[in-house]
């Protein structure tokens, strides 16, 4: 099976470069082969093309099976024309590959629940998945960058979703509340946008006309966020658009303890791509202590999605809590009686635990 790896900048080639010491032993251990085909989006696409999603980098994207990707963007390009920053780079393979479905799973471990920035017994039950719409919203509505109109600096993005792809983003969720706790929470701002009140309207009359078994509950995007710290164990599936989905991953993923630790899969009708959810951290780059985990989790939803491969997916998932139960710990979630590992250990640690299962 061929896998494009995108490792792209900061912390992403060394955590993608231990992920695939785990990806290489659930191939070894389960009886398939994967063919990889290292290409560069973001940053290092820019350096090298002068521009962050090359045709190449397309091709390659395109003929895959799937796509793990590490993160881009830092501060070397913070001054490049918008246009083609690398975090363009990334919006432009999620649209062209046509992944509007991002799925960011966050399950408290009872290994690392002790770190959460929250009181432990406030976090433990959360196990939730929060299903953001990738592919449209205020990401890929008319950017005006900003210009003189009237004689004023003016600059505006344009917040836009159609019906069918609210309809498509909501459907994924009800229909992965089906197979967990029956529960979806649509998270808009309908008391002030006009786009969250069409999105509130097609969620309620779906799920009264297609999913009356699921119970459906809708909270405004900063309700959600005191929520989501008073009482995370509410949520099961959490139903967003693009921008608050963004936002409200970043401040779910912490409540285990780092955001190294959360993966995503962003699936649509072609080839799937898998990252976690965190960026290339400029801070810590080069340093060797990134925590691989959330990529590594990742690839076990390129093996359970996009791959077929179930088993492999599951005994990726188990090594790694198996790991953790022994006490290693990257440095964002070192502390008393653990044993500190660098980024690539880690990978290791985990691919050893697989073999051995
Ligand atoms: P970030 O997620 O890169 O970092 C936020 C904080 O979390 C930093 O302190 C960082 O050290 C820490 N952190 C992140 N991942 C970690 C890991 N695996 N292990 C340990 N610590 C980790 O967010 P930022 O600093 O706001 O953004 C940096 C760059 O990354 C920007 O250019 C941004 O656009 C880009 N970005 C890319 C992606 C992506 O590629 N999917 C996602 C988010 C941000
Ligand atoms: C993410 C990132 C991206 C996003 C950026 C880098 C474009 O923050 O994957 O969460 O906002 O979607
Ligand atoms: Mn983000």
């Given at each position: 099976?061929?896998?494009?790896?995108?490792?792209?900048?900061?912390?992403?080639?060394?955590?993608?470069?231990?992920?695939?010491?785990?990806?290489?032993?659930?191939?070894?251990?389960?009886?398939?082969?994967?063919?990889?085909?290292?290409?560069?989006?973001?940053?290092?696409?820019?350096?090298?093309?002068?521009?962050?999603?090359?045709?190449?980098?397309?091709?390659?994207?395109?003929?895959?099976?799937?796509?793990?990707?590490?993160?881009?963007?830092?501060?070397?390009?913070?001054?490049?024309?918008?246009?083609?920053?690398?975090?363009?780079?990334?919006?432009?393979?999620?649209?062209?590959?046509g992944l509007y479905c991002n799925l960011r799973p966050m399950k408290v471990s009872k290994f690392t629940a002790h770190l959460s920035p929250l009181k432990p017994e406030r976090v433990e039950n959360t196990d939730l998945l929060i299903v953001r719409e990738l592919t449209g919203g205020i990401y890929f509505g008319t950017h005006n960058e900003a210009a003189m109109v009237d004689g004023v600096e003016t600059a505006s993005d344009?917040?836009?979703?159609?019906?069918?792809?609210?309809?498509?983003?909501?459907?994924?969720?009800?229909?992965?509340?089906?197979?967990?706790?029956?529960?979806?929470?649509?998270?808009?701002?309908?008391?002030?946008?006009?786009?969250?009140?069409?999105?509130?309207?097609?969620?309620?009359?779906?799920?009264?006309k297609e999913y009356p078994e699921i119970e459906l509950n809708h909270l405004y995007v900063d309700n959600c966020a005191m929520q989501l710290v008073l009482n995370p164990g509410q949520f099961d599936v959490v139903l967003t658009n693009n921008i608050f989905g963004d936002i409200l991953s970043d401040e779910a993923s912490v409540l285990g303890g780092s955001i190294g630790l959360l993966p995503s899969a962003s699936l649509g009708d072609g080839t799937g791509l898998y990252e976690p959810i965190h960026g290339s951290a400029p801070d810590i780059a080069g340093q060797g202590i990134a925590n691989p985990t959330g990529t590594i989790l990742s690839a076990a939803m390129l093996f359970r999605y996009s791959l077929d491969q179930q088993a492999a997916a599951d005994a990726v998932e188990a090594a790694v809590d198996k790991v953790y139960e022994a006490g290693y710990r990257t440095a964002d979630l070192f502390g008393e009686g653990m044993t500190k590992v660098n980024t690539q250990e880690m990978g290791e640690l985990v691919a050893k635990a697989l073999l051995e299962a």
């Open positions: 099976m061929k896998i494009t790896l995108l490792p792209g900048d900061g912390i992403g080639p060394e955590i993608v470069t231990a992920t695939v010491k785990v990806m290489d032993a659930a191939a070894k251990k389960f009886g398939f082969a994967l063919e990889y085909d290292h290409q560069l989006l973001g940053g290092c696409a820019i350096d090298a093309y002068n521009d962050p999603y090359p045709e190449v980098t397309q091709k390659s994207a395109k003929a895959a099976d799937a796509v793990l990707l590490g993160a881009v963007g830092g501060p070397k390009w913070d001054n490049v024309d918008p246009s083609i920053r690398p975090e363009k780079g990334l919006l432009r393979i999620r649209k062209d590959l344009v917040d836009l979703y159609t019906r069918p792809e609210v309809e498509r983003i909501a459907r994924k969720a009800f229909e992965a509340a089906k197979v967990r706790r029956g529960k979806v929470t649509s998270v808009d701002k309908a008391n002030v946008l006009a786009e969250s009140r069409m999105w509130r309207r097609i969620v309620t009359e779906m799920q009264a």
